[in-house]
């Protein structure tokens, strides 16, 4: 039983009125007023010409067939080329949505896997006393972006202080970076950080935070490396890793998983780790990090210890001690008061890609006709409707170039062009592969 009273398009008909300037009057013959709004807006009717009209035509004939239009009515013939057979609807053996693919990549912008210049601008230090965003380029770049940033948390608040020029007035940023990481990364009840091989709560650190669009899902893990200068004046004297190839029971806390930060390199194609993370007793390991969240901890009693002469943080009660700038400089190997030095920071990112493939098939009796103009033409007596190529007459061909996606209103969502054209007639079928990551 029809659900609309409205009659099908033909073409000889439309191109009829179109040409008599009669179109609307034809139109409005066909269908009720929300049809003629939906597929003709009669605001920009007169703009369209005959061959969108044509294809609008297509589209409401389509719409019409799932509704249920009458065939046996004389004025709506089965029309070749407006069938809704156009459209073909994915049944679940035609969708594969199991595809899991892991991508590692380039960390940095553009996809660079490693920075060996690092910059900041000047004036960061009078607003942020304990944070630095670190940019791939001169600040005055226009196209320059935040990498990572830099900084110091103090559990007491040392190493800031409230005043106008270098922070907001009463402020203590070290000590709000403290509870935040503590937040965020610990488990309820645990107050302070400890780092692998001392079980001693430490009341300070040095942070990385990689930018998340940088990053984007996670930094992958055993694919970083960092050189800290060893002595402030470029010398790269520490080399940092994480410990994620010595481990086959990665530890999960409330921050997900989390790796030691430790002394060694990978730069060979294989982790070489010159001091386990359990073995640094005395002061514990190098850091912690979290590659979930893109979060490096580092141990200040570790690079005391280690020597890191360039990385010496002033921890004065109430005082301002420019403590990100100190992180900063040993990173890009800077000498004091520098805003850029050569330095070394390589880092990748892990991506999951979820991919969906459709498989969009032609079977032997379908899209063996092409809507193309040049398909057809006209005979002796102005009749559409002859093929151009004689030789289509009961055997017609068609090369199948793209595939389009769309919603259940028929609305296009996505096309997928063929690296070359698909031979498509009665005695060919084609399945074609539409596949979607994200």
């Given at each position: 039983?029809?659900?609309?009273?409205?009659?099908?398009?033909?073409?000889?008909?439309?191109?009829?009125?179109?040409?008599?300037?009669?179109?609307?009057?034809y139109?409005?013959?066909?269908?009720?007023?929300?049809?003629?709004?939906?597929?003709?807006?009669?605001?920009?009717?007169?703009?369209?010409?005959?061959?969108?009209?044509?294809?609008?035509?297509?589209?409401?004939n389509?719409?019409?067939?799932?509704?249920?239009?009458?065939?046996?009515?004389?004025?709506?013939?089965?029309?070749p080329?407006?069938?809704?057979?156009?459209?073909?609807?994915?049944?679940?053996?035609?969708?594969?949505?199991?595809?899991?693919?892991?991508?590692?990549?380039?960390?940095?912008?553009?996809?660079?896997?490693?920075?060996?210049?690092?910059?900041?601008s000047?004036?960061?230090?009078?607003?942020?006393a304990?944070?630095?965003?670190?940019?791939?380029?001169?600040?005055?770049?226009?196209?320059?972006?935040?990498?990572?940033?830099?900084?110091?948390?103090?559990?007491?608040g040392?190493?800031?202080i409230?005043?106008?020029?270098?922070?907001?007035?009463?402020?203590?940023?070290?000590?709000?970076?403290?509870?935040?990481?503590?937040?965020?990364?610990?488990?309820?009840g645990?107050?302070?950080?400890?780092?692998?091989?001392?079980?001693?709560?430490?009341?300070?650190?040095?942070?990385?935070?990689f930018?998340?669009?940088?990053?984007?899902?996670?930094?992958?893990?055993?694919?970083?490396?960092?050189?800290?200068?060893?002595?402030?004046?470029?010398?790269?004297?520490?080399?940092?890793?994480?410990?994620?190839?010595?481990?086959?029971?990665?530890?999960?806390?409330?921050?997900?998983?989390?790796?030691?930060?430790?002394?060694?390199?990978?730069?060979?194609?294989?982790?070489?780790?010159?001091?386990?993370?359990?073995?640094?007793t005395?002061?514990?390991?190098?850091?912690?990090?979290?590659?979930?969240?893109g979060?490096?901890?580092?141990?200040?009693?570790?690079l005391?210890?280690?020597?890191?002469?360039?990385?010496?943080?002033?921890?004065?009660?109430?005082?301002?001690?420019?403590?990100?700038?100190?992180?900063?400089?040993s990173?890009s190997?800077?000498?004091?008061?520098?805003?850029n030095?050569?330095?070394?920071?390589?880092?990748?990112?892990?991506?999951?890609?979820?991919?969906?493939?459709?498989?969009?098939?032609?079977?032997?009796?379908?899209?063996?006709?092409?809507?193309?103009?040049?398909?057809?033409?006209?005979?002796?007596?102005?009749?559409?409707?002859?093929?151009?190529?004689?030789?289509?007459?009961?055997?017609?061909?068609?090369?199948?170039t793209?595939?389009?996606?769309?919603?259940?209103?028929?609305?296009?969502l996505?096309?997928?062009?063929?690296s070359?054209?698909?031979?498509?007639?009665?005695?060919?079928?084609?399945?074609?592969?539409?596949?979607?990551?994200?």
């Amino acid at each position: 039983m029809a659900h609309t009273n409205s009659k099908s398009i033909t073409p000889n008909q439309l191109e009829s009125a179109f040409n008599n300037n009669n179109l609307i009057q034809y139109l409005n013959s066909r269908m009720d007023s929300t049809e003629l709004g939906r597929f003709f807006p009669p605001l920009v009717l007169e703009e369209l010409d005959l061959n969108t009209l044509l294809r609008q035509a297509a589209q409401y004939n389509a719409y019409l067939a799932d509704h249920g239009s009458d065939p046996d009515d004389p004025d709506e013939p089965d029309v070749p080329g407006f069938s809704a057979t156009i459209y073909k609807q994915f049944t679940d053996n035609d969708i594969a949505s199991t595809e899991r693919t892991t991508v590692s990549s380039g960390l940095f912008s553009g996809g660079a896997t490693s920075l060996s210049e690092f910059f900041y601008s000047s004036t960061l230090g009078d607003v942020s006393a304990s944070y630095v965003p670190v940019y791939d380029k001169v600040t005055s770049d226009s196209t320059a972006q935040v990498q990572f940033a830099v900084g110091y948390a103090n559990f007491g608040g040392s190493g800031s202080i409230g005043n106008t020029t270098k922070t907001t007035a009463g402020n203590r940023e070290t000590a709000a970076l403290y509870r935040q990481f503590r937040n965020v990364v610990l488990g309820q009840g645990t107050t302070k950080f400890t780092f692998t091989g001392n079980s001693t709560a430490r009341d300070d650190f040095a942070f990385i935070v990689f930018n998340r669009a940088q990053m984007r899902e996670k930094v992958d893990p055993g694919n970083w490396e960092l050189h800290l200068s060893g002595s402030g004046n470029g010398q790269s004297g520490i080399k940092l890793i994480d410990d994620s190839s010595a481990t086959t029971n990665t530890t999960i806390n409330s921050a997900n998983r989390v790796f030691n930060v430790v002394s060694g390199s990978i730069a060979s194609g294989t982790t070489s780790i010159k001091t386990a993370a359990s073995a640094e007793t005395s002061t514990g390991a190098p850091g912690l990090f979290y590659p979930d969240l893109g979060v490096i901890l580092l141990n200040t009693n570790w690079l005391t210890q280690a020597n890191v002469k360039s990385m010496v943080f002033s921890t004065g009660t109430n005082t301002f001690g420019d403590n990100a700038k100190v992180v900063f400089n040993s990173i890009s190997h800077s000498m004091a008061g520098a805003a850029n030095k050569q330095g070394y920071f390589a880092a990748r990112r892990e991506e999951e890609i979820s991919s969906t493939s459709y498989f969009a098939r032609a079977h032997n009796k379908e899209f063996n006709f092409s809507s193309n103009p040049t398909y057809e033409t006209t005979d002796s007596s102005n009749n559409r409707g002859a093929f151009t190529q004689p030789t289509f007459k009961g055997d017609p061909k068609a090369y199948i170039t793209q595939v389009g996606l769309y919603d259940s209103n028929r609305e296009l969502l996505a096309v997928a062009k063929l690296s070359q054209p698909v031979l498509k007639s009665f005695s060919r079928e084609a399945i074609i592969k539409v596949k979607l990551d994200f």
